[in-house]
């Protein structure tokens, strides 16, 4: 289902930037963030565009978004994850750059004119314009809050053992500055078309979560840049790292995590983090046996079936990710995770390719 479809598409041009924000379930922080940047769209000028994606949420879309000029909507058949979101968003457009934002986050009129900006200064560098750039969050409170982060180590995650929830995937605040960086927050991320087209689009097998990390990863590899850019900054409501860890969210984040060192790490790290993992998921399930906590035993034990068989060809991806968890939470989980058909190539450093 496609409503609301904008002109600025259609004509000789194409749109220089198409925001993209992916829903599910969250209708309300949807309709008002498009209220809230629609202002800044000037369908006549043709420069950019809306697309929300509705990943099969539970409550139909409200009628305010097939009313705005300029906002498009995508409905979805299933909910198969963040960056199954984002490609379907990005095969719809031609616009030549796609900026992510979250639902929960707080922008004004003045976003897109800003962005806009942006956009002219990268596309004037001699040397050519970044694959990816992030822009600054901030909390509710305006004070700044963390969205640029090393890529993950086996040595990064031991360290995260000692420190807390809040700063473990993050650089600190102050060595935080414009310019290049690993990667960037997915939260209000801007990405270059042909990155998502030389990559395929984003990786779908990630449900939810690193798959940020994994496309500022990718793009790095290709010789393009990442870039943390203060200029524009917008509020990010409700961070992962803020949010209470229910026992979906724990076996979704466990995955992620696991897959991105057996697709970007040596095998040696991903084996290693296989064995913590499923060491933390055997001491999590006896805490919960004791506290009398069934369900986040479930969970804990669906992280160590993940840790032990997830591997090259084995282990779900992308939307099984959400259907296993839901099946072992609920006490009904297979004797084994999926096994797929053909194994994932690897180099000569034991990475997937």
Known sequence: MIAGRSDSGCGPTPPALAVVIVNFNSWPDTARLVAEIAGGIDPALGRCEVVVVDNASDDPPPALLGLLPGVRLICRPDNAGFAAGVNTAWRSTAARWLLLLNPDVLAGADLLPLVLGRIALLEARPEGPPGVVGFALRNEDGSRQHSVGPFPTLLGCLREVVTP????????????????????????????????????????????????????????????????????????????????????????TRHSKLLYFLKHRPRFEFAALARLVAAEAA???????????????RAWRAVSRIARELGPGRGPRGIEVLAFADRAIRGAEPTRTPRRRRPIPLDAAGRSR
């Open 165 to 252: 929830r809040s700063r473990r995937k993050y650089r600190p605040l102050r060595r935080t500055r414009t310019g290049p960086v690993p990667w960037v927050t997915g939260a209000c991320m801007l990405v270059h078309s042909e990155l998502l087209r030389d990559l395929g689009g984003m990786d779908e097998d990630f449900f939810l979560y690193h798959e940020e990390v994994a496309l500022c990863r990718s793009a790095r590899d290709l010789g393009r840049s990442v870039e943390f850019d203060d200029a524009v900054e917008v509020a990010h409501l409700r961070p992962l790292q803020a949010r209470a860890v229910s026992p979906m969210l724990r076996v979704v």
């Open 283 to 297: 001491l999590g399930s006896l805490r919960c046996r004791l506290l009398g906590r069934p369900e986040e035993g």
